[in-house]
């Protein structure tokens, strides 16, 4: 059994996972670490899900990690070097790496005779070629403070990249994709025969697609702007930005289920969301294609992406030309593939599973 830590500021996400059924084993969440009426801290945290867990026997760990920055392009065996590196870079992921850091302390703590693993969702976007990668400002700046597309959701990516290659019984080698990873954070990704070469979001989470309380792609001048006429400061600049902008700016509501259902009841907020949600995907769409040359298939998957026709058909409605379609009773029924037959594009639906990839990858290390 694999136990899979996904550890936050003030929470942890866990799941033991038999590579064998992938179905079964037991998962759960542990809220409100540090504050009152929770665990007071990561440590009695693992210790309550260690007693949950009894006798299960756990031959690793496996830990997201959400930035690996240029130095982690793989999975890494934890030691006490890998920290050091993991704590070098929580600058590149204030919000994110510190909590990764202190669940991978308290879980080696608790079980010390085990392997640990850090899987890193920044890892499968290493492939991405310099020309994508690279910002256009200044060369040593960038350097020095390592600012440069890193991409983020790469293990759903790449765990959706092989499983879209599977249903359409294609080697992943042999396949061009775009994976839309549709949830409350956002991206698109170009994958090109399994290897990532292009991806929407950048030195943070924050670029690319339209999400729930994220603005996506902004005119950087903004930030600026708003300091100067509105005398916001960039710390609030950046508290906009990442928390009350997206859907929940357009439309006052961060989740796509309660856009769709004021859309429907003729809310103009929501239905400019929506429209500004769908564009921003199209467009991604359309400029992936150009870097893909070819395109086999468009793999939606996480929340959105596989629970919401209405945006699976908006984001793709223009593109039939390009071989792109939908079949609009497939796509109601949230059947696995929802193109039609014969279409030179597939267009398909594939559920995600983090913690299993995860797992397979830990297990591929060290078991």
């Given at each position: 059994?694999i136990?899979?830590l ?28 540090g504050?009152?009426?929770g665990?007071p801290?990561?440590?009695?945290a693992?210790e ?8 299960a ?17 793989a ?20 919000l ?15 079980l ?31 350097a ?14 790449e ?17 061009n ?43 950087p001048?903004?930030?600026a ?26 439309a ?29 995907i ?74 299993f ?11």
């Amino acid at each position: 059994m694999i136990l899979v830590l996904n550890s936050g500021s003030s929470s942890v996400k866990f799941r033991v996972v038999d590579l064998s059924d992938p179905g079964a084993g037991e998962r759960g969440l542990i809220e409100k670490i540090g504050e009152e009426g929770g665990v007071p801290d990561h440590a009695a945290a693992l210790e309550q899900v260690l007693d949950g867990l009894g006798d299960a026997d756990i031959e690793a760990v496996g830990h997201r990690v959400v930035h690996g920055g240029a130095r982690f392009t793989a999975p890494a065996v934890v030691d006490d070097a890998v920290l050091d590196a993991l704590r070098e870079l929580v600058p590149l992921a204030p919000l994110h790496n510190p909590g990764g850091i202190t669940g991978i302390e308290a879980a080696r703590e608790k079980l010390p005779d085990v392997p640990h693993v850090a899987v890193f969702d920044t890892a499968f976007h290493a492939t991405i070629p310099p020309a994508a990668a690279t910002y256009a400002i200044d060369r040593d700046l960038a350097a020095q403070y390592n600012i440069r597309r890193f991409g983020f959701h790469g293990t759903s990516c790449e765990y959706v990249a092989g499983r879209t290659a599977a249903l359409l019984e294609r080697r992943p080698e042999d396949l061009n994709l775009i994976v839309l990873h549709l949830g409350n954070g956002a991206s698109a990704t170009a994958v090109r025969g399994g290897k990532s070469v292009d991806t929407s979001m950048g030195l943070t989470p924050l670029e690319g697609l339209v999400m729930g309380t994220r603005s996506g792609d902004l005119d950087p001048a903004v930030p600026a702007y708003l300091n100067r006429v509105a005398g916001l400061d960039f710390a609030a600049v950046d508290d906009a930005l990442q928390r009350h902008a997206g859907l929940l700016g357009l439309a006052g509501v961060n989740d796509m289920r309660t856009v769709l259902e004021r859309r429907a009841a003729g809310d103009e907020h929501a239905a400019l969301a929506f429209d500004v949600y769908c564009h921003r995907i199209r467009k991604y769409v359309g400029a992936f294609h150009a870097v893909l040359g070819r395109l086999d298939a468009i793999a939606f998957t996480a929340g959105v992406g596989e629970h919401a026709p209405a945006v699976r058909a908006g984001a793709l409605s223009g593109l039939e030309t390009w071989g792109i379609t939908v079949d609009e009773t497939r796509n109601a029924a949230n059947e696995r593939i929802i193109s039609p037959d014969g279409a030179r594009v597939a267009v398909c639906v594939v559920p995600t599973d983090e913690e299993f990839a995860i797992a397979e990858q830990t297990a591929a290390l060290v078991l």
